[in-house]
């Protein structure tokens, strides 16, 4: 089973930032967050990842609360290219990684 | 394009028959995975190579499939009496050494009818 919990799906205005939530409550020290999406038809997408601080790249934002239960990803100016089912995983490498069903992530014109 | 690349794109069978599909990793990558998606699922962990070496298998993994990858590069992914339950996207992904993010194919797409 998967270790993080996502809601199934979400929508957001063109334009807004799109704030993606996930659960991990049982995640191991070892283990890193890993945010990957899916744009329909193509193979997943890496976006970002952190252990304990926030990370920011050219796609998005991670947000790990303190205890690392939980975090946001963030999409800050959302386009309808944005569209997509965005994956958060829990993973250290000496591991598989499990994928959930992810958060199906509408952007609305 | 330098991704990694898969082919066929979209292979449809019939039950019984042997399929094969390639992936060809990006170039210096030295893991190489394998994954299988079904329609409304995420991709599910099949096997992973480092370098020539298949270091896991996921008991998803029948004896009916088998993977390789000969020369530490490209891989094959065969699948022997294809069923039914088969139909799905067979998705292959690559990492560079010392670098855990994945880079994934478009996937193939197998029907069998």
């Known amino acids: 089973d998967a270790k993080t919990t996502q809601p199934t799906s979400m929508d957001c205005a063109e334009g807004r930032a799109a704030n993606l939530p996930c659960n991990h409550s049982?995640?191991?020290?070892?283990?890193?967050v890993y945010w990957y999406r899916q744009i329909h038809s193509q193979g997943p997408q890496y976006i970002i990842h952190g252990l304990k601080n926030n990370e920011t790249n050219e796609m998005a934002s991670l947000i790990i609360t303190e205890d690392r239960k939980s975090s946001t990803l963030i999409l800050p100016h959302a386009t309808l290219r944005d569209t997509a089912v965005y994956y958060c995983?829990?993973?250290?490498?000496?591991?598989?990684?499990?994928f959930g069903k992810g958060t199906r992530l509408h952007i609305l014109p | 394009d330098t991704g990694v690349s898969q082919n066929p794109r979209h292979k449809i069978t019939k039950r019984g028959q042997n399929v094969t599909f390639r992936c060809d990793p990006i170039?210096?990558?030295?893991?190489l995975y394998w994954y299988r998606q079904t329609l409304g699922q995420g991709p599910e962990f099949l096997t992973y190579?480092?370098?020539?070496?298949?270091?896991?298998k996921s008991r998803l993994l029948s004896d009916r499939f088998s993977a390789e990858r000969p020369k530490g590069s490209f891989s094959t992914l065969e699948i022997q009496r294809t069923e039914q339950g088969d139909s799905a996207m067979y998705l292959c992904a690559s990492s560079f050494p010392g670098e855990d993010k994945q880079y994934f194919g478009p996937g193939t797409r197998l029907t069998v009818t």
């Open positions: 170039s210096e990558h030295n893991r």
């Open positions: 995983i829990a993973w250290n490498r000496d591991d598989k990684i499990i």
């Open positions: 190579f480092q370098n020539e070496a298949q270091l896991e």
């Open positions: 049982t995640i191991s020290g070892n283990e890193y």
